[in-house]
Every structure is written in C-alpha cells, then in structure tokens.
C-alpha cells in the first residue's frame, strides 16, 4: 500500500451477521421511501414559490437554502457521526425534519405562511441532512457483507434516479389530488416510515466511536489529516473537486441549451431530464448487478464518457434534439456507473471509526465546488454563451479525467481497495453469505 497511515479494515468495522438481510433492507427501505418523500416535498415548496412569487431571485435564494447548509455543516455532521450513536442521530435528524414540516403544514393550514418560512425549513431540512447523510452512509459498512458495499452503492444511485424522474410528477399528482398542506404531510409519513425499522434493529458502532474524550476539532483534523495523508485519497478528491467545478454549470443551464439553441420547450427539457434519470437508474441498477473489479479505473473512464457526452450534447445541431437526448441519457448512466464504484473504496479503504468524517468532507468539497463554478462559469456564459459552457465545461472535466490516468497515487489506492476486499471476503467465509 501507497499510503502514509495504515487501513485497518477489521478493527475498525463490525461485520454483520450470517442473517443481515432482513435488517438490511428493512432499514435501507424505510430510508428510501423517506427520500422520496422529501423529494417530493421539496418539488411542492418550489412550485409554491414558482407559482407565488414568480421570480427567479427567489427560486435562486431558495435553492441556496436548500443546498447550502448540508455543504457548510457537512464536517460538523460526520465528526458527530464518529462519536455518537449514528442510528440515534439517524433517528433525531428526520424526527426534526417531520416536525418541522408539521409546522409548515398548520402555517399553510392558517393562511400564514410567509416566503421566509419556507427559506427557514428548507434552511433546517438541509441542516438535518448534514447529520443525518454521514451517519447513513458510515452505517452501511456495517450492515452488510464487505462484498455488497458495491451493490448498495449501485442501489443508492438507482434511488437518487428514481428521484430525478418521480419527484416533479408525484409532487404533481400530490397536488393534484390533495390541498398543499396534504401533499406536504406526505413528507411526515414517509419520514416516520424512515424512523420506525430504526427503533426495531441496532446499528453497530464501530468501538473508536465510542466513550471518545477528544475535543470536536481534533477529530475534524484528524479526519483531514486521514486524506491529505493518503495521496491515492487526497488525489481522489481533487479530481471530484474540478470535475464538479467544471461540469455543474452545465445541469443549471440545460433548460436554456433547450430554449436557445434547439427550440424546445418545458415538455422537451421534461423528456430530457426523464430519460437521463433512467439512464442514472439502469447505470445504478448495473453496478448493484455486476459490481466493477476495478473501481478506480471504472470511475475515471466512466466520468470522461460522462463528461464528453456532455459537451457532444451542445454540439448536436438545432435541429436534431434527439440526439442531444441520446447523449444527454449516456451522460446520466455512464456518470452513475462511475460514481457508485466511489462510494464504495471510500468504504472500504478507510476504517468505518472514520467514515463519517471522511465521507462529509467530500460532500463539502464538492458542494462548495458546485457554487462556486456557477459563479465562474457566469461571466464566461455571458461570451461564449451556453453552448459554450456546455462544450467548455464538458471537454474540460473529460480531459481532467483522462489525464487522472496518470496519477499513481489513484492506482495504488484501487490495489489498496481491492486488497482489503478480498481480506474481507477471507475473513467473512466462516460467516457464509
């Protein structure tokens, strides 16, 4: 191993048990239907917004609130998810958020709601994620086999896709159906239905986590210190950081690639964004079947497709929208197939103890990445224009990516992930499947 600190994979996580499917997937449920209720609250509150104010400064300041937050306390969240019980903050996290959505329903209900209510929620509900996202993923590691992390990667990714796709036209149906104030309680439902398999089964915590005595902030900078010290980590997240600095300008102005330059329409960005959501499904739904044995290399070759087909979209002609679908879909799928890989080396190359920690960082590299590319990319759009962001933004993320190739320190942390999987695997044989 290329690494400056040692990986400890079995005394840091607690293998689950020969019968772990039953909580497995009882808990991973209840967190799915969960999510996609949020989802489809959080398409109800921006119709509102939509449908109220009708302006884009409020749409802008509301998706800051939505997304902000979970970025800035994302290292907050994963030190706390190393030190407490995460099934308790797991717990505690969505309990907020159906309260406060319980809140937001009796102010609709009074007619009293006001617009900064709602940038309040949204403020705590990405607030709550913080939290509650570092514990869900450290968590997983020790709920199933080491030879599943892949597969639930792709899962997860199947998930976030199907939220892509059902969220607008169930908050829709939602509406259409019941008064906002009902389609919002939808959240609180499916929320509890999150919390309840969690008062039912335990979630082992690692026993680093336990009894710690340290201060906060030494266990923040340990777990900075955890990736700046592995190069193969430390390279990892640089590559995500441009590639998302790069490439995120690009999901907010495809609306405006499909006004301006093919002529279309809110059906045409519709049928766009759904198919790239199936694409993101199927890309998901294909790791969780055949889990890729060299994850590095699969992530790297499927983000330089990702981002290639991006900058092929905006280079389809104005009159052949379909194949800017057709590359737009590709873009989707291959994306996801290269992203689930990632979660699981994380998962496997650094002790489940710090897994909170280390998962969060990430989350606020890239969060933090994403604005601030949309603040660069802004000026630039205004001389190049979209499509020119679009080409730009896409064949400079691809060619991030290939030249990552190169990178020795990224090889040798794929030999230390494969390495550790397959100690796993030895060490899980008397365990059986």
Not at 140 to 160: C, D, F, I, K
Not at 184 to 189: C, E, F, K
Not at 251 to 258: C, E, G, I, Q, R
Not at 311 to 339: C, D, K, Q
Request: proline share 6%.
């Amino acid at each position: 191993m290329n690494s400056e600190l040692p990986l400890p994979l079995a005394s840091s996580a607690i293998s689950p048990s020969s019968r772990w499917q039953p909580r497995f997937w009882t808990v991973w449920t209840g967190q799915a239907v969960s999510l996609v209720g949020s989802a489809l609250t959080q398409f109800v509150l921006m119709w509102w917004i939509t449908k109220t104010t009708g302006s884009v400064s409020a749409l802008a300041t509301a998706g800051i609130f939505a997304l902000l937050p979970q970025a800035l306390l994302g290292p907050l969240g994963g030190t706390l998810a190393d030190r407490l019980p995460r099934r308790l903050i797991m717990i505690v996290a969505d309990a907020i958020s159906a309260a406060l959505m319980v809140v937001l329903v009796l102010l609709f209900s009074s007619g009293h709601i006001q617009l900064w209510h709602i940038y309040g929620a949204m403020f705590i509900r990405s607030s709550m994620q913080a939290f509650q996202s570092p514990a869900s993923a450290a968590s997983t590691a020790n709920l199933v086999p080491h030879e599943w992390l892949p597969r639930v990667a792709g899962l997860n990714q199947s998930l976030a896709g199907i939220m892509t796709i059902a969220a607008a036209p169930l908050g829709a149906l939602a509406l259409a159906v019941l008064p906002l104030q009902g389609a919002l309680m939808i959240d609180v439902v499916t929320a509890l239905l999150g919390i309840v398999p969690l008062f039912f089964y335990a979630i082992p915590q690692p026993l680093e986590t336990q009894n710690k005595t340290s201060s906060l902030w030494t266990d923040f900078r340990e777990g900075v210190s955890f990736v700046t010290r592995n190069k193969g980590l430390s390279r990892l997240y640089l590559l995500l950081g441009l590639v998302v600095l790069t490439l995120i300008p690009t999901f907010s102005l495809t609306p405006l690639l499909v006004k301006n330059h093919f002529g279309g329409g809110v059906g045409e960005v519709a049928l766009m964004e759904g198919l790239s959501g199936i694409g993101m499904i199927a890309g998901g739904l294909l790791v969780a079947v055949f889990p890729p044995k060299r994850p590095i290399l699969t992530l790297l070759w499927a983000f330089a497709v990702a981002c290639g087909t991006v900058a092929l979209t905006a280079l389809s002609p104005s009159s052949a929208l379909w194949l800017a679908i057709v590359w737009w879909t590709v873009s989707g799928l291959t994306f996801i197939y290269g992203n689930a890989p990632l979660t699981a080396v994380l998962q496997t190359v650094v002790p489940n103890a710090m897994q909170g920690r280390v998962l969060s960082l990430l989350s606020t590299i890239m969060g933090l990445a994403g604005p601030l590319g949309l603040l660069l990319m802004g000026p630039l759009g205004e001389l190049i224009g979209v499509r020119g962001v679009f080409i730009v933004g896409g064949s400079l993320s691809a060619l991030i990516c290939l030249l990552a190739l190169r990178s020795k320190g990224l090889w040798a942390l794929e030999r230390e992930s494969n390495a550790l999987t397959e100690k796993a695997k030895l060490e899980a044989k008397p365990m059986g499947s």
